[in-house]
C-alpha cells in the first residue's frame, strides 16, 4: 500500500541496541541517605553510651560515698573506744626466780619451770670449761594446750654487761640433756641444759627464754 497522509506508524526500539545505563540513574540519592542513616545511629550510639556511662560513674561515685561514710562510722567509733578491737597483749618481760614458773600462751601453753642450778668445772670427759665455769640449769617444761618445739635452744644467760650467751655442746655425767622434740598436749620433758660462761656473768645474771620462732624475749629468771 502506499504512504497514506504521511502516517509512518510506531517505531520500536532495536533489544540489541538496550543497555540498562541508559535508564534513570537513583544512586546519588541513595548514597546521601545512607550517609544521614549513619549519622542518625552514630549520635543515637553516643547517646546510649553517655547515658550508660552516666549511670555506671553514678552509681560508682554512690558507692564510694557510702564507704567513706562507713570508714568514718567505724573512726568515730575508735576514737571513742580505742580498745574495743585490740587483744590484751601477752604478758612479757616478767621476771622470776630459781624454782618458779613462766608461763608461755601461743599456739601452744607452755609451763617453763626453772627448778634449780648447779655449777661445775670439768664436763664428763674431764675438760674444763674454756670459758671459766659451766652453769647448770636443770629444767621442766609442760604442754597443757596445743603442740609445740622444746629445746634447750630456748634459754640464753645474760650477764650483767648485758652480753649474751647460747648454750654449749658440753655433757655433765648424770645430768642428762633437755631432749629438743616436739611436745604435744598434756605432755612434757625434762632436762639439763648447760652453759660455758665466765664466772662474772653469773652475778646478777639473768636466763631469758625466747620460746618461739621470732626469738621474742619472753621473760627471765634472775641467777
Not at 533489544?15 to 544512586?27: I, K, S
Not at 626466780?97 to 664436763?123: F, I, M, S
Request: aromatic share 8%.
Amino acid at each position: 500500500m502506499g504512504n497514506t497522509g504521511g502516517y509512518e506508524g510506531p517505531r520500536y526500539q532495536d533489544p540489541a541496541q538496550y543497555h540498562p545505563t541508559d535508564q534513570p540513574q537513583n544512586r546519588p540519592a541513595r548514597k546521601g541517605l545512607y550517609w544521614t542513616l549513619g549519622i542518625i545511629g552514630l549520635i543515637v550510639g553516643m547517646l546510649l553510651c553517655f547515658g550508660a556511662c552516666s549511670v555506671f560513674f553514678g552509681a560508682a561515685d554512690e558507692a564510694a560515698k557510702q564507704a567513706g561514710l562507713a570508714d568514718g562510722i567505724a573512726t568515730a567509733e575508735a576514737q571513742e573506744n580505742p580498745d574495743a578491737d585490740l587483744a590484751e597483749p601477752p604478758q612479757q618481760n616478767v621476771t622470776a626466780k630459781v624454782g618458779e614458773t613462766l608461763t608461755v600462751t601461743g599456739d601452744a601453753t607452755e609451763k617453763w619451770t626453772l627448778a634449780k642450778t648447779e655449777l661445775a668445772a670439768r664436763d664428763e670427759y674431764g675438760s674444763k670449761a674454756e670459758k671459766g665455769t659451766y652453769l647448770l640449769l636443770s629444767m621442766k617444761v609442760t604442754v597443757s594446750e596445743g603442740s609445740t618445739y622444746i629445746c634447750g635452744c630456748s634459754l640464753q644467760l645474760v650477764g650483767p654487761d648485758n652480753t649474751v650467751y647460747d648454750p654449749t655442746y658440753a655433757t655433765i655425767k648424770n645430768r642428762p640433756d633437755l631432749p629438743a622434740t616436739s611436745v604435744g598436749n598434756g605432755q612434757k620433758v625434762a632436762g639439763w641444759v648447760i652453759f660455758d660462761v665466765p664466772n662474772t656473768a653469773l652475778k646478777d645474771g639473768r636466763i631469758q627464754l625466747r620460746p618461739n620462732a621470732f626469738q621474742d624475749v619472753y621473760g627471765y629468771w634472775a641467777l
